[in-house]
């Protein structure tokens, strides 16, 4: 779909096998995706005890082909695409010129030459669009793929049991932002270990037509071990609790990497130049000598649940504002992340609230993140 026809909703291959599994549907970004199939708490707790299934098909998927193909995405990128081996899986972002993040993005160097990029559903015209522009002059293809491929996600620990007996690729020997291709369930598919909850587990890019079996096969082979379909309500908790920021929450093109404590993906040393460098070299520096806001975590003393957007204060001033928050399922409490002034930064620090509609609710400012599974 070009950027320039009516929007209109677009249902995933696996959309009958929501339905028939009582899903409450939800629009995202132009997708009609299951939100839940029944509670959002029990769901979330599997992922983290045992496993859970999830349709990522809204995800946007380009592929990057051709002899300079590693030389356009250094150019679109921040980070250094070249120097991502065969096999491996690389998190970064695409910036404006000013350094304004258009999103962040996994790419997966797929064979010398060929590179899939998977952003954010809400902003993959946005991404195809940018990589689009930049490619002129590089002996480089940018394709647009969102169409050949569906995404099925099993997370939890209980999610390398559960893929081994459908696969007979070598899990073990699969590292965290890595990707291989191989066969689960007779389903041809690039099997990437890689994730959005904070715990082990693979992301499974296949055909559309395979969607359907795929789901259905690991469904089979995870009833004895505690795997539950999941929608994007739970989601979006463990992502919460892991740390793990957001587009439209934590990253906007009102900050750049630097301003969102992810300066680490700008690669300044790589070869040739970037879009967004001189302005992100100006963020650099200006981070050292002029701190921008921090992120930060919030766990609330009492029960009420801050909201994107709610203000954080300090002694009766503004200090900062929440970014995202919801229940924390595993620890019990409400829980936000949000950009605060670096005088309030230090875990710990007193007399830190949220204005939650005109009452200032106590919480503590706690290190990201608020979960780390165990090894």
């Known amino acids: 779909m070009s950027s320039t026809e009516p929007s209109r909703q ?32 029990d769901e979330h707790h599997a992922v983290r005890t045992h496993a859970g299934l999830f349709d990522l098909s809204h995800m946007g998927e380009i592929t990057v082909t051709g002899p300079q193909a590693a030389a356009l995405l250094n150019f679109a990128l921040v980070g250094d695409i070249a120097s991502v ?27 010398d030459g060929a590179y899939l990029v998977v952003a954010n559903a809400s902003n993959a015209q946005v991404v195809l669009d940018a990589l689009g522009e930049r490619s002129a002059g590089f002996d480089a293809e940018v394709r647009d793929d969102r169409d050949a491929y569906a995404l099925i996600a099993v997370q939890g620990p209980r999610s390398p049991g559960i893929l081994a007996s459908l696969t007979d690729a070598d899990l073990d020997g699969l590292k965290y ?3 291989l291709p191989g066969t689960v369930a007779g389903v041809p598919a690039l099997i990437a270990r890689t994730g959005y909850t904070g715990e082990d587990g693979f992301e499974l890019f296949v055909k559309p037509e395979h969607a359907v079996e795929l789901w259905q096969a690991l469904t089979k082979a ?41 300066g680490r993906v700008v690669k300044f040393g790589k070869e040739g130049d970037f879009v967004g460098r001189s302005a992100l070299a100006e ?22 649940v801050p909201r994107a957007g709610y203000a954080v204060v300090a002694g009766g001033e503004a200090i900062g504002e929440v970014t995202s928050g919801a229940p924390s399922p595993t620890l019990g409490k409400p829980i936000a992340m949000a950009y605060v002034d670096a005088a309030h930064a230090a875990p710990g620090t007193p007399g830190v609230g949220v204005d939650i509609r ?15 599974r165990r090894k």
């Open 10 to 41: 677009r249902r995933t291959a696996l959309d009958a096998v929501h339905r028939s599994l009582g899903a409450t549907m939800t629009d995202f970004a132009g997708w009609d995706m299951p939100l839940r199939y029944g509670s959002e708490r």
């Open 85 to 111: 081996g065969v096999g491996r899986a690389r998190y970064t972002m695409i910036c404006r010129a000013d350094g304004g993040i258009l999103d962040d993005l996994i790419v997966y160097r797929l064979a």
């Open 177 to 179: 932002y890595a990707g």
């Open 222 to 262: 995870g009833e004895g071990a505690g795997l539950v379909p999941c929608g994007l309500s739970c989601r979006d908790t463990l992502r919460l609790e892991a740390g793990m920021p957001l587009y439209g929450h934590e990253l906007s093109t009102a900050l750049t990497p630097f301003d969102a404590g992810l």
């Open 283 to 304: 963020a650099a520096s200006r981070a050292e000598t002029d701190p921008p806001r921090v992120l930060v975590g919030l766990v609330a003393e009492g029960r009420r």
């Open 358 to 372: 005109g009452s200032h609710e106590p919480y503590e400012v706690v290190a990201l993140p608020f979960y780390r």
